[in-house]
């Protein structure tokens, strides 16, 4: 009937791999260390949640919302010591700001909608449709601003040198 029993799998993945990406990254290891530790302990609450709290034939609302705040938090976070840091590479060839900007712009929206989606759809499905295009629509020019961050990578010979390049990342 519906496919929501695998929304937990784009969770997880968001909780273990960008965990470990931005734990790579930042640049401060004490700030690290605790992104490690939140996402393991996002992770394992996330499949606790899934499997004995909010079910999986539902929209989990825990989940998503979670997800989102911790998909934007970590790039904040990051862009935080992009923008203090001094680097030959002005912040928009950063390959670090792209990546950061295209996961804040969708996950600030889905952050939204996961809070008033369901009473959205419940109560006006045309404006729940709408916002729903619209939340696509962001999330393809997340897509790009990721791409573009790739394309910027080239860059990252000229980063600082205590802030991991791509290839150890």
Known sequence: HNM?????????????LLGWYFSLVIENKKIALYVKWVSLILFFSAIINYLFIEGYKTHNVF??????VFCFVLPMIHLWYIYNEDSK?????????????????????????????KKLRATDLIAYLEVDIVYGIVQIIGYLFIALGFYYARYTKYLPQNTPSVKEA
């Open 63 to 68: 989940n998503s919302t979670v997800s989102n």
């Open 89 to 117: 590479v002005p912040i928009n060839k950063n390959p670090y700001f792209w990546i950061g900007l295209g996961l804040m712009m969708p996950n600030l929206l889905g952050f939204i909608t996961s809070i008033i989606g």
């Open 4 to 16: 929501n029993f695998i929304s937990i799998l784009s969770h997880l993945s968001n909780f273990w």
